[in-house]
T-cell receptor, first 109, second 113 residues
Framework: KNEVEQSPQNLTAQEGEFITINCSYS?????LHWLQQHPGGGIVSLFM?????KKHGRLIATINIQEKHSSLHITASHPRDSAVYIC???????????WGAGTKLIIKP | DAEITQSPRHKITETGRQVTLACHQT?????MFWYRQDLGHGLRLIHY???????NKGEVSDGYSVSRSNTEDLPLTLESAASSQTSVYFC????????????FGEGSRLTVL
């Protein structure tokens, strides 16, 4: 069983829809990262969370430490949001990042 | 603006050749990482460094080496390239081990024939 599971693996939605991507983990963590990778490869850090909720523009990230779960939400989705979204957790046992496999999001106009 | 750059962006080489991928960051970050990304896998850690003269093996370090002689650079060397090392390689840096935002290079696509 992977220590970091993302769902769904693939998501196709229409422009304007509210998007939720989930990340569940099975290990104790110090922090959780959400990153975005556009076609063509560049990886950009979106959020780093250790508790609660963060918001940046149309993106919202939440984390529930007790339930070992985080969500990334996109409001008013746009085709430019089409990308792979990756969750990574920083394990507090060995200070290593464990990466999820990513969620491929396609937003259709 | 501070940045992290990788070179070359694309390289084709032959089995058995030595290859070095360069990574240079101007963030003055102590922490630097090399990852490989393959279809069907998440990012996998190859090597990492928490400072000058410090290097550590990641989960897929066999066949790779790194050296850290200054803060800015962490070159990744494939001693004898193998077809299994065909991949996209990403370098990253962060200020803090635990809570630092990660900054990634643009990636280097390596093909080993």
């Amino acid at each position: 069983k992977n220590e970091v599971e993302q769902s769904p693996q693939n998501l196709t939605a229409q422009e304007g829809e509210f998007i939720t991507i989930n990340c569940s983990y099975s290990v104790g963590i110090s922090a959780l990262h959400w990153l975005q990778q556009h076609p063509g490869g560049g990886i950009v850090s979106l959020f780093m969370l250790s508790s609660g909720k963060k918001k940046h523009g149309r993106l919202i990230a939440t984390i529930n430490i007790q339930e070992k779960h985080s969500s990334l939400h996109i409001t008013a989705s746009h085709p430019r949001d089409s990308a792979v979204y990756i969750c990574a957790v920083f394990m507090d046992s060995n200070y290593q990042l464990i990466w999820g496999a990513g969620t491929k999001l396609i937003i259709k106009p | 603006d501070a940045e992290i750059t990788q070179s070359p962006r694309h390289k084709i080489t032959e089995t058995g050749r030595q290859v070095t991928l360069a990574c240079h960051q101007t963030w003055n970050h102590n922490n630097m990482f090399w990852y490989r990304q393959d279809l069907g896998h998440g990012l996998r850690l190859i090597h990492y460094s928490y400072g000058v003269q410090d290097t550590n093996k990641g989960e897929v370090s066999d066949g790779y080496s790194v050296s850290r002689s200054n803060t800015e650079d962490l070159p990744l060397t494939l001693e004898s390239a193998a077809s299994s090392q065909t991949s996209v390689y990403f370098c990253a840096s962060s200020e803090s081990q635990i809570t630092g935002e990660l900054f990634f290079g643009e990636g280097s696509r390596l093909t080993v024939l």
